[in-house]
């Protein structure tokens, strides 16, 4: 229990500074937003609202919008609750990780059923309707900084934009708000006791208020400062936050959460202020990988009793990458969880498996060496006879394993029996028949493995290498078997991919050459260069694209050439302009280019301006539609035409 009061001492400091400030909050104008204080998500809310009671849920970010960055996969959350009189809440949240930024959405809507209206001389005037809602939008990101020799890693900061409506009866107003945090999980090495604390802070509802009428009521801001920790794996989890809201002191929410088993866990909180709501709060969830349902109970003395029911469902990929590392911790971790949840079996086979893949982990062999001692106690004490049924118990479920030939799961069974009883003579003699076995399978294993290898079918060998490997990673010779065949099946896959290449290169140089052959030189040219791509230092291939090129070089220059002598310029210039791509740096080209282009251009002014007098006999004889189609098309061809530009004009104003 003390440990467990040392975890908290960290936050004294932090709430001494947010009473120091909390007066600072306070302003003019009437307090609005509420309903923005309303706790969300039944896990945090049976926890007295302590933020971290949803650091790992689509509600964290009511919260802190930081927490958002611990989610690595799309989540959305549903919360219902039936608050007092007839006042109702529902909340639709969403959170939707990428690689490196997580984005959530939220929307919470409140409903007060029908209200008594009044006009101005306190004459009912019937029923009115009253809401309010709020549509929120959400990042977050975890981040690594280094400052000189501060360095802090795993730095989660987060923001959100509310937008927020209040209706009543036909009047509505309009505002919006922005919260800001951060989490920092504590890592220490040389003071085991501050290792994984996590540090909070949030600042929320930051706005210049909503405008009702001509009075702007100022929205509550609340500051929260916490700290929180798993203990025993994650069977145990306590929150504390210092709460502090605009205009008023600072109080403190505790929050409390034991799992009774993996799934199952209870619930219960304490709040510092008393508005309606009592001080406490109970509740219990279920929770799977993929679903949680959560519910909570928070009494109101005389008025009606509050009950919140909220689901979360997980789906598609994590953008989480797993390491070994985590993974082996993660295995700690939940036979941490299940010690404390007094699971010792269960316990010791995931420690004990963590320990055969990773011997040096020293948190797993101390988890290990602490549920031997607690099996030692078991069996001097009076519960004797319950250990003495799980080893039987373990004991048949492994012969039952041996029986079935799952040789591995047996065996990890009774290495847990001697780990419960080391003198157990029946599960010693099967762990002599496994390894007897395993050395079976490993000879067997080992000889195919040669006998592939002579036959050259070295994936076979591999495959069997492999399997030698499995069962004894220290055996030298099926290592050195196994480094060779994976170099014979590298090399071979190189040769079939040159092999391969070469037939490729081989194809498309016959078809360019049919293609070169019966005079379709532009898709002999194609091949020519793909051929070329596959194969740099191919001459023959290279002289052959060089051809083809200059022939479609020459073909281009000459049929420009002959479009010239008929008069059609713009045919001539698109040829010309294809022999430069063929031959950029052709001279002739160029020359016959700007000649043609000048030609062209003195054509299109002369054709410009017969079409004007073409257009203008059309006007004068009262045809203005015709004349402005023609006009039109003198300005296509000479957009200079300045005696066009004119007649348009004057039709255009004329409304024609």
């Not at 229990?1 to 400030?21: G, N, Q």
């Not at 919260?63 to 989610?71: E, K, L, V």
């Not at 006879?385 to 118990?393: D, G, I």
Request: with cysteine.
């Amino acid at each position: 229990m003390r440990k467990i009061y040392f975890y908290l001492l960290p936050l004294l400091s932090l709430l001494t500074i947010a009473e120091m400030t909390s007066y600072g909050y306070s302003g003019a104008g009437k307090a609005s937003g509420n309903e923005l204080r309303v706790d969300v998500g039944a896990r945090a809310v049976a926890m007295g609202g302590v933020q971290f009671g949803e650091e790992n849920g689509a509600f964290g970010t009511y919260y802190n919008p930081a927490f958002m960055a611990n989610i690595t996969q799309k989540e959305v959350g549903l919360m219902h609750n039936e608050y007092i009189f007839d006042v109702r809440q529902n909340v639709l949240s969403y959170v939707h990780p990428t690689e490196k930024n997580v984005y959530g959405g939220g929307l919470t809507y409140f409903s007060y059923g029908t209200i008594d209206g009044y006009d101005k001389n306190d004459t009912k005037t019937g029923n009115v309707d009253a809401s309010d809602l709020a549509i929120m939008g959400s990042w977050a990101r975890s981040l690594d900084w280094q400052m000189g020799a501060l360095q802090l890693s795993d730095f989660k900061v987060g923001s959100s934009l509310k937008l927020l409506r209040k209706v009543l009866g036909t009047e509505s107003a309009f505002g919006f708000a922005v919260d800001f945090g951060f989490v920092y999980p504590v890592k220490s090495e040389s003071f085991k006791y501050l290792d994984k604390l996590k540090l909070a802070a949030a600042i929320q509802n930051l706005s210049n208020g909503i405008k009702v009428g001509s009075d702007t009521n100022e929205l509550e801001r609340v500051v929260r400062l916490g700290v929180g920790r798993a203990f025993w794996g994650d069977a145990v989890h306590l929150g504390l936050d210092g709460v502090m809201v605009s205009g008023s002191g600072l109080y403190p929410v505790l929050g409390f959460e034991y799992k009774l088993i993996n799934k199952i866990a209870i619930r219960a909180g304490y709040k510092g202020t008393r508005a309606l709501e009592q001080r406490f709060s109970y509740g219990v969830g279920f929770e799977n990988p993929l679903f949680s349902l959560d519910y909570a109970f928070v009494p109101f003395a005389d008025l009606e009793d509050t009950h919140r029911i909220s689901v979360r469902y997980r789906f598609g990929r994590s953008t989480e990458k797993p390491k070994a590392d985590s993974q082996l911790k993660g295995k700690v971790n939940q036979a941490k969880t299940l010690y404390a949840q007094g699971q010792l079996v269960d316990a010791y086979i995931i420690s004990l498996q963590v320990s055969h893949v990773a011997p040096w982990l020293d948190e797993n062999n101390e988890l290990l060496s602490t549920i031997q001692k607690s099996f030692q106690e078991l069996e001097e004490s009076d519960k004797k006879e319950k250990m003495l049924s799980e080893v039987s118990h373990l004991y048949a479920r492994g012969e039952k394993l041996f029986e079935e030939g799952n040789l591995i799961d047996a065996q990890l069974n009774f290495e847990t029996v001697l780990g419960l009883q080391p003198n157990h003579i029946g599960a010693r003699g099967y762990l002599k028949q496994i390894e007897g076995h395993f050395q079976l399978f490993i000879e067997n294993f080992y000889k195919e493995g040669l006998a592939a290898f002579a036959e050259q079918d070295y994936e076979r060998a591999k495959s069997q290498f492999e399997k030698v490997l499995v069962i004894n990673p220290n055996h030298p010779e099926a290592r050195a078997q196994l480094v060779v065949c994976i170099e014979i099946l590298e090399n071979k896959r190189k040769l079939e991919a040159q092999e391969e290449q070469s037939a490729t290169i081989s194809r498309k140089y016959r078809e360019a050459l049919d293609a070169y052959k019966a005079e379709k030189y532009q898709e002999s040219l194609v091949l020519f260069k793909e051929a070329l791509a596959l194969d740099p230092a191919n001459d023959e291939i290279r002289r052959y694209m060089v051809s083809a090129n200059d022939i479609l070089y020459r073909q281009s220059l000459l049929k420009a050439q002959e479009q010239s002598s008929k008069g059609e310029w713009g045919e001539a210039i698109q040829l010309l302009r294809l022999a430069l791509e063929y031959n950029p740096q052709s001279l002739e080209a160029k020359d016959s280019l700007a000649n043609i282009q000048r030609r062209w251009d003195l054509q299109r002014r002369v054709l410009s301006q017969n079409l004007y007098k073409e257009g203008l006999e059309a006007f004068l004889g009262g045809d203005k539609k015709r004349a402005k189609e023609i006009w039109q098309k003198s300005l296509e061809l000479d957009p200079e035409n300045q005696e066009a530009k004119r007649g348009i004009s004057r039709l255009v104003s004329e409304g024609k």
